[in-house]
């Protein structure tokens, strides 16, 4: 037995403690582990991804993983872009999901009818027990119920040996999704067929969709022109977004002010006048292709004309 | 971005002779370059060189931003920073400076930018010693910069110059190093011969600024963070710049020599043609090898002496060409390659650029004193076969192996 597994997800998300947490409650529970994670100088939000292999014997390799039996992917608005690590899951495999979505609707999304897909709206959870948007718990315990390990109480006493704090709360979100994530059974399995893909062995896919060429081809020492991180779109990155009531907004842009991304612009709106005039404000909104939803704008507004909502 | 074109002067440039030390040499090239800027820190036996430079542009022989650094951290880090800006820069340390720079000595390779550094090559601690040997330089060999080793006075005013041709030209972009003996040719006077008119150096070398640099009206982001998936890409272009170079090295040696009437390869000989035994060495000592391959020609041994001039890049091909004849090579080294196949660095180069064993021993560590009988001594070892090929051997050092 040997079952090979990738968890994607973004900075701040707690994959890396993930895969830790898992490697070390099979460990308890007799089996090999090896959390290998995969990841540099990301920031809060980037994507990251962490590998984690489970046997019976012993693991020297240290390989990445082609073709897992596992996706575990924190962030549903990752399904697109990650969309090559789906297609790499072997038939007969599990996507294991954090979303706020319909099962039924997550299964559209994935696209897959030959394999296990596992719903869990898993921030939920933790909002509820945790208190912070840290689905890693929650997505913990989704894994162990369609494994079948590592036991409950080893993945407890994991996060007592891994995190030292919140046990309890963590644990309560890890059971709580033990008992409610959705397992949707695969229509067919044909487990002679291979994966549609493998997933590349560069980590290209961390920092941008940029064209990989030669050493002849690259910038003479490493320079950078202007205008590169307009092609990385950033707004893949939220788990809630801004949205503003006009109505409220006073115009003091200061949320233009403290926003780190240059993601408040200010757009023309037409709005009838009291006698049927059209006028045309001026009005801020929201560049969702680089905000990263860190909040700061619903922060500083002066008026609270501006919310964060939860977009996964 | 001016062109290097170069018309071939018909006639050699008129020069005169004076003494200098080496140190007041290499800080006389210098100022013939016109550096746009200087940082360096005091540090014996590089000290005189700084001095100098200072004295220079206070006394407004030379228009450059001098900047009087804390530390050889500091020193390296102004000079990148000035060269990303598009200005000619020098700095020079030795042994434990060079050593307090290291973290940034492989940046200005990764930038691709033109740095010529003076080293006054002396020993590392401990025990302090401010003497000379090459252990500092040798340090350097796997970090990209070009290293140039060179003899005396003379041949140290003419490699800075050639070097600043050679780090800008638009093949290369590297740093450069001259490193020459601390002491034995930094503080020692010696005669040279230097241009009459100083715009000729600067007509020989003139600022291209032509690498990649920081400029507002084209602007750029140099030392942005190189992930896993390009840094190997960016560095080998360093890597091939440094192969190319060899290349570069030796045109400009030998347009050098027709402006200035001096060259000197890639690396010197001396009687070699016909040899049966080499010794190879580098610095200053070559002088007392040379005295020594007379006395033992004189005595019948066919003997001849190599000096190696470029380290880095390394001029494999060309050395394989002169020595692989040659059956016994010897090869002095005056730096400690500490547990390593053979004891010397260049002797390790050697035999792996030979494919076959050679005879090494170390000389001058820490600056012991060194003679023509000493070496003339270790050689007739070699050349009776008293010394095996593969061990290690010294020269001077008491109780050593002999």
Avoid at chain 1, 278 to 300: H, L, N, P
Avoid at chain 2, 70 to 76: D, L, R
Avoid at chain 2, 334 to 345: Q, T, V
Wanted: charged letters at 25%; glycine letters at 8%; aromatic letters at 8%.
């Amino acid at each position: 037995m040997r079952i090979e597994t990738l968890w994607l997800g973004r900075g701040g998300q707690g994959i890396v403690t993930a895969t830790y947490i898992i490697a070390n409650a099979a460990v308890m529970d007799g089996f090999y582990a090896i959390a290998n994670p995969e990841f540099g100088a990301e920031r809060r939000g980037a994507p990251v991804k962490a590998f984690l292999t489970i046997d019976k014997n012993p693991i020297e390799d240290l390989e990445p993983i082609k073709t897992p039996d596992a996706v575990i992917i924190f962030d549903d608005k990752l399904i697109d872009s990650m969309r090559f690590a789906i297609d790499a899951v072997k038939p007969g495999g599990y996507v294991i999901v954090n979303s706020a979505k319909q099962p039924e609707e997550v299964r559209k999304i994935v696209g897959r009818n030959d394999v296990y897909i596992v719903v869990v709206d898993a921030v939920g959870i933790a909002m509820k027990h945790v208190g912070l948007p840290v689905p890693n718990g929650p997505l913990a315990g989704a894994f162990s119920k369609v494994m079948g390990f590592p036991r409950l109480e080893s993945i407890k006493t994991a996060f007592e040996n891994q995190l030292g704090k919140a046990v309890e709360e963590n644990f309560a979100a890890t059971k709580e999704a033990y008992e409610v994530a959705v397992v949707l059974k695969p229509e067919k399995v044909d487990t002679s067929a291979k994966p549609k893909g493998v997933i590349s062995t560069t980590s290209a896919f961390l920092t941008g969709p940029y064209e990989l060429v030669g050493w002849q081809q690259v910038n003479k020492g490493g320079a950078v022109g202007p205008g590169s991180s307009l092609q990385y779109l950033t707004g893949g990155w939220r788990i809630e977004k801004p949205i503003i009531d006009h109505s409220k907004c006073i115009m003091c842009r200061k949320c233009w002010l403290y926003c780190p991304d240059d993601a408040i612009i200010e757009a023309w709106r037409e709005a009838p006048g009291p006698r049927g005039r059209v006028f045309r404000t001026k009005v801020i909104d929201f560049d969702y292709q680089y905000c990263k939803g860190c909040g700061i704008c619903a922060e500083v507004c002066p008026t609270g004309a501006i919310q964060m909502v939860r977009e996964i | 971005m001016t062109a290097q074109a170069l018309v071939p002067r018909e006639k050699k440039i008129a020069q005169k002779r004076i003494a200098l030390t080496g140190n007041h040499a290499v800080a006389l090239a210098v100022k013939m370059c016109r550096p746009d800027v200087i940082a360096a820190y005091p540090i014996t036996p590089q000290t005189p060189v700084v001095e100098k430079l200072a004295e220079y542009v206070n006394n407004g022989e030379l228009d450059a931003e001098y900047i009087p650094v804390e530390s050889e951290h500091s020193a390296m880090s102004a000079v990148i920073g000035a060269s990303a800006m598009g200005a000619r820069t020098f700095t020079e340390t030795s042994s434990q400076g060079l050593m307090h720079m290291y973290e940034n000595l492989p940046i200005a390779v990764g930038l691709r930018l033109p740095i010529v550094m003076g080293v006054a090559a002396r020993t590392i601690s401990a025990p302090i010693n401010v003497w000379g040997d090459y252990s500092d330089v040798m340090t350097m060999r796997e970090l990209g910069w070009i290293i140039y080793i060179v003899q005396n006075a003379q041949e140290a005013f003419d490699t800075i110059i050639q070097a600043y041709r050679v780090a800008e030209d638009q093949r290369v972009h590297l740093p450069a190093v001259v490193a020459y003996d601390g002491f034995w040719t930094s503080h020692v006077l010696q005669p040279l011969d230097v241009p009459e008119d100083e715009e000729d150096v600067i007509r020989f070398s003139p600022i291209t600024r032509s690498w990649v640099k920081l400029d507002v009206d084209k602007p750029l982001q140099l030392g942005a963070v190189g992930t896993p998936e390009w840094y190997w890409e960016i560095r080998w272009q360093a890597v091939e710049a440094l192969r190319e170079s060899l290349k570069v090295i030796e045109e400009i040696d030998r347009e050098f020599d027709k402006w200035f009437g001096r060259s000197y390869g890639l690396f010197d000989t001396y009687r070699l043609e016909d040899a049966e035994l080499a010794i190879v060495t580098y610095g200053s000592i070559y002088g007392l090898v040379k005295k020594v391959v007379n006395r033992l020609r004189e005595e019948g041994v066919k003997a001849g002496a190599l000096r190696l001039r470029v380290i880095r890049p390394w001029p494999g091909d060309k050395l394989r060409k002169a020595l692989d004849n040659i059956e016994k090579v010897f090869v002095i080294d005056r730096a400690i390659n500490h547990g390593g196949p053979l004891i010397g660095p260049m002797a390790t180069e050697v035999a792996a650029t030979l494919q076959r064993p050679v005879y090494n021993a170390l000389a001058t560590i820490g600056m012991r004193a060194i003679d023509s009988d000493m070496i003339y001594e270790a050689a007739v070892k070699v050349a009776k076969g008293l010394w095996a090929p593969n061990q290690t051997y010294t020269i001077g050092l008491r109780g050593g192996y002999e």
